[in-house]
């Protein structure tokens, strides 16, 4: 059983920066696939960003590129999304996201593709 721990959200205002951080347990980290996906209020949920399991490969939304980044240390068992200027829009929960079962150079860019999910993280960003 794999479990993901998210931290690091919180209120900032709108030009701020944020680091999230993803700890997970349970299986074999170098693996996975990680990403982050993101909720607000009233609307579906959409991938923020993806990494593949050696850290070589990236995927970005559109809304995030050149803002955030996806890092990861399989060492440590960690994956990051750096967020700098941050905008109102960017105000959601944040999950961090596995697929266990990803081929080495892929990265997965919908839901359904990941098999476990943080309970998240709450980014608010005042304007």
């Known amino acids: 059983q794999v479990q993901l721990r998210e931290s690091g959200g919180g209120l900032v205002q709108a030009g701020a920066s944020l680091r999230l951080s993803c700890t997970a347990s349970?299986?074999?980290?170098?693996?996975?696939?990680m990403g982050w996906f993101r909720q607000a209020p009233g609307q579906d949920r959409e991938i923020v960003a993806g990494?593949?399991?050696?850290?070589?490969?990236?995927y970005y939304a559109d809304s995030v590129k050149g803002r955030f980044t996806i890092s990861r240390d399989n060492a440590k068992k960690m994956v990051y999304l750096q967020m700098n200027s941050l905008e109102s829009e960017d105000t959601a929960v944040y999950y961090c996201?596995?697929?266990?079962?990803?081929?080495?150079?892929?990265?997965?860019?919908?839901?359904?593709?990941?098999?476990?999910w943080g309970q998240g993280t709450q980014v608010t960003v005042s304007s």
């Open positions: 990494i593949n399991r050696n850290g070589a490969n990236t």
């Open positions: 996201v596995a697929d266990v079962n990803a081929i080495l150079y892929t990265v997965p860019a919908t839901a359904n593709d990941y098999d476990y």
């Open positions: 349970g299986g074999t980290f170098n693996r996975f696939a």
